[in-house]
């Protein structure tokens, strides 16, 4: 067999080990058929292939662009292999296999000069962390009005994504309620255009924050992109490699990055008075000002989550002491960063959370540091076209 078939044969196979691990197959069906119908793979036997796909891309006679997605994405499944045969890792090398990306603990005084930015934007005179506790809860979103309003969100950003992009004719996107997920929200990529994105009514969500969400999960975000690359990629240049989507290979970072990137690109500096009018008009009071600066001073918080993996699971520190971590810097309650704890400790998806921390970190100073001239909406169209990863990205920055 060729080269890719046995790329997504390998990447199928994960799956039978770790239910999700494929998070979106728009390909053969024949494929999948043929690895539900194996044996249960053991491990090793996909370290060991993936090693074998890695020495053979050299000769493989894919041009250059395609043989650097494909080693990258090789990498991350190698150190997948490793870490699922039990076999010790290190946090901050197995996200480095994963994402090429090498991280760090934060800095704690950028946390220490947010919450001062923080403290001086929210009223009232009591403890900060009860003060922003106040201020979220008022912005939650009324569960019951919780699919009126993403669908509100969803229509007027995906006017802005068609004005700007070619959009295949009939994508569609399904929202859908759930609970007991380790997520906020979630895109299934269904193919021919579809997306099913699942939104978790167990965490109260801000409405201030809805653009956010449904920008990352649906227009420009994850449902824009695997439109995009279906289109291009796969129906126009044959490139059948993305017709799978992996969990835990350097593709997560990128598709992270580009969708934390949605309202950045589409709505602009102004989401705060844009929110606040299409909430206005379904009747829902929101401070548009207010939230947009708030978000701006609690930006570096996010790293916050990072830290708690590495203190979790390369400096061994007990679950208490990241839950109280997690409470005293990012300003969340118990219960909200015990949630945060399970993201953390799933066997799937805890080196995730640096797929949204440094996957934004990295396409922000890309986006930024475009030619003059060139406009952000073309920019940002290449990471929706093409199948770029952390390396390429570095490697087109300044030094």
Not at 292 to 303: F, I, S, Y
Request: proline share 6%; aromatic share 8%; with cysteine.
């Amino acid at each position: 067999m060729d080269l890719i078939t046995e790329y997504l044969l390998l990447g199928l196979r994960f799956d039978r080990l770790e239910a999700g691990f494929v998070d979106a197959y728009t390909g053969d069906p024949a494929l999948r058929a043929q690895v539900e119908n194996e044996a249960a793979p053991h491990p090793a036997q996909l370290r060991a292939r993936a090693r074998e796909l890695l020495a053979e891309l050299d000769s493989s006679g894919l041009d250059p662009v395609r043989v650097d997605f494909l080693r990258a994405q090789l990498t991350g499944l190698e150190c997948s292999a490793t870490v699922m045969s039990a076999e010790p890792v290190g946090f901050v090398e197995e996200v480095a296999a994963y994402f090429d990306v090498h991280i760090q603990l934060g800095d704690e005084t950028r946390y220490e000069a947010a919450h001062s930015e923080l403290d001086a934007l929210l009223p009232g005179n009591g403890a900060l962390a009860q003060r922003y506790a106040d201020y979220r809860q008022a912005d939650e979103c009324p569960p019951d009005r919780l699919e009126e309003v993403v669908l509100a969100m969803s229509s007027r950003l995906r006017d802005h994504v068609r004005a700007t992009y070619v959009l295949p004719p009939g994508e569609t996107v399904s929202y859908d309620v759930v609970t007991d997920k380790p997520w906020s929200g979630f895109n299934y990529y269904r193919g021919e255009f579809h997306s099913d994105v699942a939104i978790n009514a167990d965490l109260p969500h801000r409405l201030t924050q809805l653009p956010h969400l449904v920008a990352h999960e649906s227009y420009p975000g994850h449902h824009t992109e695997h439109c995009r690359k279906e289109a291009g990629l796969v129906v126009r240049d044959q490139h059948r490699e993305h017709t799978i989507f992996l969990v835990n290979t350097p593709e997560c970072l990128m598709a992270e990055g580009l969708a934390d990137l949605g309202v950045k690109v589409t709505v602009g500096e102004g989401w705060g008075a844009w929110t606040e009018e299409i909430l206005r008009d379904l009747g829902l009071p929101a401070d548009g000002e207010l939230a947009q600066r708030v978000a701006k001073a609690a930006a570096p918080l996010n790293d916050v989550r990072q830290d708690a993996a590495i203190l979790l699971h390369d400096k061994h520190s007990d679950q208490e002491k990241v839950t109280d971590y997690l409470q005293r810097w990012s300003l969340v309650s118990r219960e909200r960063a015990q949630q945060s704890l399970r993201f953390l400790t799933d066997p799937l998806w805890r080196a995730y959370t640096s797929t949204y921390v440094e996957g934004h970190r990295l396409l922000s100073r890309w986006l930024d540091a475009r030619p003059d001239g060139e406009p952000v909406e073309s920019r940002f169209g290449r990471l929706l076209d093409e199948p770029l990863t952390p390396g390429r990205i570095g490697a087109e920055l300044p030094r």
